[in-house]
Nanobody, 124 residues
Framework: QVQLVESGGGLVQAGGSLRLSCVAS????????MGWFRQGPAKEREFVAA????????LYADVVQGRFSISKDNAKNTVYLEMHSLKSQDTAVYYC?????????????????WGQGTQVTVSS
């Protein structure tokens, strides 16, 4: 069974930082590109960041470019999202997703597996 488990969410003040982790099991991790998506209150799920199966060539949504950093550690079956200079607009449930393929993509409907999400709340 494939399982993606996110952790690291919590409450943080505006301007602060958090590091999210997603541990994958039940799949050959190095064969999967990975993505992070988020869904805020009364909003649609949106793309945040993605990285190819080799842990290179990251992509970012414009609204997080320069503030967030995605990385993939194939030895630990883990993908990370480092978030800095957090804003109240970043408040959302953050989801980890996996796609069997080489390249990083931003389209949620092309991902194969999803985690349950971790809540990030940014106070202003």
């Amino acid at each position: 069974q494939v399982q993606l488990v996110e952790s690291g969410g919590g409450l943080v003040q505006a301007g602060g930082s958090l590091r999210l982790s997603c541990v994958a099991s039940g799949l050959t991790f190095r064969d999967y590109s990975m993505g992070w998506f988020r869904q805020g209150p009364a909003k649609e799920r949106e793309f945040v960041a993605a990285i190819n199966r080799g842990g290179r060539s990251p992509l970012y949504a414009d609204v997080v470019q320069g503030r967030f950093s995605i990385s993939k550690d194939n030895a630990k079956n883990t993908v990370y999202l480092e978030m800095h200079s957090l804003k109240s607009q970043d408040t959302a449930v953050y989801y980890c997703a996996a796609r069997e393929g080489l390249v990083a993509i931003e389209h949620a409907d092309r991902y194969d597996y999803w985690g349950q999400g971790t809540q990030v709340t940014v106070s202003s």
